[in-house]
């Protein structure tokens, strides 16, 4: 299969250059971060907040949004700005052991995530046609691993970002349900904050599964690679003529890839509220098991939407979990890195996005409890997100890394903020273990 691929990186058209262009073509890394954010873990956890607390949760995805706008828009400044991933700024500015660290801690929790996201999509596909769930896991796992080996990114991310339409079938959930909008926007804006550990927990979850660590590393590393492949774009430290056109496509970019994010979450809270919360149904513990549970209440149709999304957002998240990891280990010890790369010439980069998914594959197929994992991957990501994101925010401020192009007073503002609520989160999750 090698041999069908070009031996040099593949050339992007610039989306960037002035002119008429569709808007999905216009937009590429916020898109699929944002969207990949709702993977089937994602599903699960907010599947499970809402059918345990109704409407009491919702305010939480609306206060998420402009935080996982600002910290998102920063790490893809940080990219296009320098022509470097994460990891690379961290190794260029911090001792070697503080990035090793943070890579460590994301590897191993982008296996849990991955572990939990195949075995999510294999039990969904099971729960639709029958057969033997670990089958289809394993064949979802080796799909994606091909692809990303095989397929140049610049062919394979049109698939990405069609897969987004996928997330739409959770807003199509509840059009064919009753919703009692009134209820909704007193949940929403009005809440009702309960003061006991359970519901701290679920609060805590909604912000660790929609600011993660490994959409920081995504999201910065395409924009440098990006800038890599591009004909005549140029890391704008030496090119600042192309910024007015590069921040504003990544403004328009990440946010309209984080709001897409958040209005799916806020409607597969919503779904899991109405259905499952309103008669009783109130443990759910994987995204399978909330598909499941719609069809005796909600129907068919419902059930089939819910369950082919989380086939959908499987599949982009897969190559998102397994490529961060793969890009922030490469960054760190200086291999060539990128998907459109050979795979002769890239052979360490592409070795660990395959050993990820297979190390998640086979995790998925072990008898330890899917929810204990997804516990252990929440608390990796709480200690490793807080510190991160200070380092973030600092490289982002600092003209050595940045040049002219360090991050304005607002951007600084809304950083900190994202950060203080994520230790805010990280002091919660702790404080209240065992409960």
Known sequence: MEATRSPEPAILQDSESPGKKPLLSRLGAGLITGAADDDPSGIATYSQVGAAYGYGTLWTVVLALPLMIGIQTICARIGR?????????IRSQYPVAVVMGFVFLLFIANIINLSADIGAMGAALKLLIGGPAFAYAAGFAMLSVVLQVFVPFTRYSPLLKVLTFSLFAYVGTVLVIHVPWLAVAKGTFFPTVRLDAKYAVAVVAVFGTTISPYLFFWQASQEANEVRITP???????????????????????????????????????????????????????????????????????????????????????????????????????????????????????????????????????????????????????????PLMVVIMLLAARRKVMGKFSISLRLKIVGWLATLVMAAAAVVMFATWGH
């Open 81 to 89: 700005v320098t022509g470097k991933g994460l990891a690379a700024n």
């Open 232 to 386: 005549h774009r140029k890391a704008l430290k030496r090119a600042s003529q192309q910024a007015p056109e590069a921040l504003r496509r990544i403004n328009v970019d990440t946010i309209i890839g984080m709001l897409f994010s958040e209005v799916v979450a806020f409607f597969i809270i919503l779904t899991a509220a109405v259905v499952l919360h309103a008669h009783g149904k109130t443990d759910i513990q994987t995204s399978s098991d909330a598909a499941a549970a719609l069809l005796p209440i909600a129907g068919k149709f419902a059930f089939w939407l819910f369950a082919a999304g989380i086939i959908g957002t499987g599949l982009l998240a897969l190559p998102v979990l397994a490529g961060s990891g793969a890009y922030a280990l490469g960054e760190t010890f200086r291999w060539k890195t990128g998907l459109e790369s050979a795979p002769r010439k890239a052979r360490l980069f592409y070795a660990t996005i395959a050993l990820g998914t297979l190390l998640g594959m086979m995790l998925s197929f072990s008898p330890i409890d899917p929810i204990r994992m997804l516990f252990w991957s929440a608390v990796i990501n709480g200690v490793i997100a807080v």
